[in-house]
């Protein structure tokens, strides 16, 4: 019965067809003319990888003082995971009350972002962190007005949308700078958008690697400098979170905080499946090349004697690249994902076989982690990676501890 009334709440959001693309922002805008602008602080979060990441430690820096909502994308199990206030996730019978925003004719992520600006004001928050979904100059997000712009780092992604070029992407992840100070973390040519960018709109720049600096310093521990210095220990997972707690640590001080209450922000941070252990498993949702290759660069973090890779992904993604990028394994078992845009297992391993690498070809994810579980030794860890999505469904048949 649970379940069936679950269905009956959401399932005008769900209509909406999750996967369905169309970049403008001509129904966005209509929605804020006649429901107004927020009126709380906002940090709005772009960039290729570590977006979720630096939205969870910068709302939890915020949540020391302040109520705080945020928004990300995708989720892993439910809906509900992408609109939070103060670590509470919205309610089933709270979406069902907006299902008045069809009229809109929203897309899926419309929708929600559409849903998320009216209950952060609803629950009167002081601040909401945004997360970009798709590129930035056209995404549904940006509609808003920040009280800061991150963009943690452009590669190449989307390229069907955002063009295929560094600079196509990073113009299109800067699209929204707007006129409030700006902190990236991009390098090279994808810095020099970003500058020309904020010299014309005239907006301070911070740059990690230039003005913020990160090194590591232990076992996910670093030390950040910024206008003071922190030594600050991750609670997740992965070197990479250097570059994105450099990033949470300069918007701390942007926004006033104390040195304490940004290392406690930080370090009670929680982000699931990114870089997450459950038992000798090891969940990634590194979803493009360079997200795999952070991923495998953050292997040598763990002791272990062999890796099992169970490996799903969507069709638009640049999969060639990805399997390229993983490190070295036992064996890789290819699956598919339970979502209409998941590339098959078939096509995993004939395009694993030209990359030099045979993948098994597994029914469902559930026998793909029994295959792992067979074959894998005592001291082996199994990587389930490639998708958020794929690891949520790894998240929900874990939980049932058949598996850790």
Same mark, same amino acid.
């Given at each position: 019965m649970y379940y069936c009334n679950i269905y009956f709440l959401i399932v005008w959001i769900d209509e909406l067809k999750e996967n369905e693309i169309d970049l403008s922002l001509k129904r966005m805008k209509e929605f804020i003319e006649e429901n107004g602008k927020p009126e709380y602080k906002i940090i709005h979060v772009g960039g290729t990888n570590g977006k979720g990441s630096v939205c969870q430690f910068i709302g939890n820096i915020l949540h020391r003082k302040y109520k705080v909502g945020i928004y990300t994308s995708p989720h892993l199990n439910r @809906?509900?995971?992408?609109?939070v206030v103060n670590g509470m996730e919205i309610k089933d019978g709270e979406i069902k009350k907006y299902s008045y925003l069809k009229k809109y004719g929203f897309t899926y992520f419309e929708a929600l972002t559409a849903i998320a600006i009216l209950y952060f004001k609803e629950k009167n928050v002081d601040y909401a962190v945004f997360e970009v979904g798709l590129g930035g100059r056209c995404d549904a997000t940006n509609v808003v007005e920040p009280e800061l712009t991150i963009i943690t780092n452009v590669f190449k992604e989307h390229e069907e949308y955002l063009g295929n070029n560094i600079h196509s992407i990073a113009r299109e992840k800067a699209g929204i700078i707007k006129n409030s100070p700006v902190i990236t973390a991009c390098?090279? +040519? /994808?810095?020099? @958008?970003? +500058? &020309?960018? /904020?010299?014309?709109k005239k907006v301070k720049l911070y740059v990690v690697g230039e003005n913020i600096t990160y090194k590591k310093i232990g076992r996910n521990e670093f030390l950040i400098k910024a206008d003071r210095e922190y030594k600050i220990k991750s609670p997740l997972e992965g070197n990479f979170q250097g570059e994105n707690i450099a990033i949470s640590v300069k918007a701390g001080e942007i926004l006033g905080f104390e040195e304490k209450d940004i290392i406690e922000g930080i370090e009670n941070a929680v982000w699931k499946g990114r870089m997450e252990r459950v038992g000798k498993f090891l969940l990634d949702g590194c979803h493009n090349p360079h997200a795999v290759k952070s991923f495998t660069a953050s292997l040598k973090n763990f002791d272990y004697d062999e890796l099992i890779i169970i490996f799903g992904v969507m069709k638009d993604k640049n999969v060639r690249e990805m399997i390229?990028?993983?490190? &070295? /394994?036992?064996?890789?078992? $290819?699956? &598919?994902? $339970?979502?209409?845009?998941?590339?098959?297992?078939? +096509?995993i391993s004939e395009? $694993?076989?030209?990359?030099g690498r045979k993948f098994i070809i597994a029914k469902n994810l559930r026998n793909a982690i029994k295959e792992a579980e067979n074959i894998s030794g005592k001291?082996?860890?199994?990587?389930?990676?490639?998708?958020?999505?794929?690891? $949520?469904?790894a998240l929900k048949i874990l939980d049932e501890n058949s598996f850790a």
């Open positions: @809906v509900n995971e992408r609109i390098r090279g +040519k /994808a810095l020099n @958008v970003i +500058k &020309s960018i /904020a010299r014309k390229k990028n993983l490190p &070295s /394994a036992k064996s890789y078992i $290819g699956v &598919s994902i $339970g979502n209409e845009r998941s590339l098959s297992p078939q +096509k395009i $694993g076989s030209e990359m001291n082996d860890i199994i990587c389930i990676v490639g998708s958020l999505y794929l690891v $949520g469904e």
